[in-house]
């Protein structure tokens, strides 16, 4: 299989990357806006590209976490339509990243099926929801595609843009301040994302248009914060009153992941207690 992964040098990207090339089967064709294979998902002859490449699978790790709502739409919106346009015309498969920003506001204590319906209140979601529902437009146009919708993703190499990431950073040093720990979150690790996107890859005939990748467990941001504390051996950093954009008046997120188990064979294998420490080890 040949399978063509932009945004390979990212977080996700990364993991799906090593996951991939572990398999002799596979061929990774790596690429992104650097490295050796530069592909801009906002260039006009993408179709063209991918022609050449011959994917039989393109995953699509790439896309913009934060910035102004323009750089936004951009990243996740315009590039996504650019995408399944080229996908659609070479005829290859195409698994999507998208996000639990998609969903917005869940009442607490549920948890959120692909049925429900998506009402994202910041503008991250927004975008993402939008580059989803091209995909899922492309799909029913005759589109092999899937969006694996991922929910809070930790672990090796968890960036500061991203609250783990900024939280374990706040350890090391006491003049960064987090936002409010007052709510949940489903943190799934990311080489579990990655084996649901391996699976995806090789998945025969179509998948569900949209499927749920998490843990399947809320866990309490404090309690987070706590185990990474009681890791690091430092005091629980400070939090200020403003959280995330991203997570704007969102206080409850836990992925139902039924649908998951039952077409990739999803299981998560790392608990929050390895994610986290593998994530303070690095």
């Known amino acids: ?14 993991q799906v990357r090593a996951r991939l090339a572990a398999d002799p089967a596979v061929t990774v ?28 699978v ?28 080229a996908a659609a015309a070479i005829g290859c498969r195409l698994v999507h990243l998208g996000s639990a920003a998609e969903y917005g506001v869940v009442p607490d204590g549920r948890s959120v099926g692909e049925t429900f319906t998506p009402q994202p209140v910041s503008a991250y979601g927004m975008s993402k929801l939008a580059g989803t529902e091209l995909v899922l437009a492309a799909r029913r146009d005759g589109l092999t595609a899937t969006v694996l919708r991922v929910f809070n993703p930790i672990g090796p190499g968890t960036p500061s843009t991203l609250l783990p990431g900024r ?10 301040r987090l ?10 690790d990311v080489r579990d994302v990655a084996a649901a996107v391996e699976v995806a890859c090789w998945v025969t005939g179509a998948l569900p248009g949209v499927v749920n990748i998490g843990s399947g467990r809320a866990a309490a941001l ?13 005091p629980q950093p400070i939090e200020e ?19 998951a188990r039952s077409v990739l064979g999803f299981r998560p294998e790392y608990s929050l207690s390895d994610s986290v420490r593998s994530l303070v080890a690095a």
Do not use: E, K, Y
């Open 29 to 56: 064709i790596a690429a992104g806006r650097s490295g050796p294979l530069r592909l801009d998902l906002d260039d006009a002859g993408l179709t063209a590209r991918l022609r050449d490449l011959a994917p039989d």
């Open 1 to 14: 299989m040949r399978c063509l992964l932009i945004g390979a040098s990212g977080f996700l990207g990364g």
């Open 58 to 85: 393109v995953v699509n790790c790439a896309g913009a976490i934060d910035g102004s709502p323009a750089s936004l739409a951009r990243g996740n919106v315009v590039a996504v339509a650019r995408l399944v346009t």
């Open 179 to 188: 936002g409010p720990l007052d709510g949940h979150r489903d943190f799934v």
């Open 241 to 259: 009153t403003i959280g995330s954009a991203r997570s704007a008046a969102v206080t409850w997120q836990q992925a139902d992941i039924t649908l």
């Open 222 to 234: 404090r309690d987070l914060a706590a185990l990474a504390a009681g890791m690091t051996g430092v």
């Open 167 to 176: 939280l374990v950073a706040a350890l090391r040093d006491p003049a960064i």
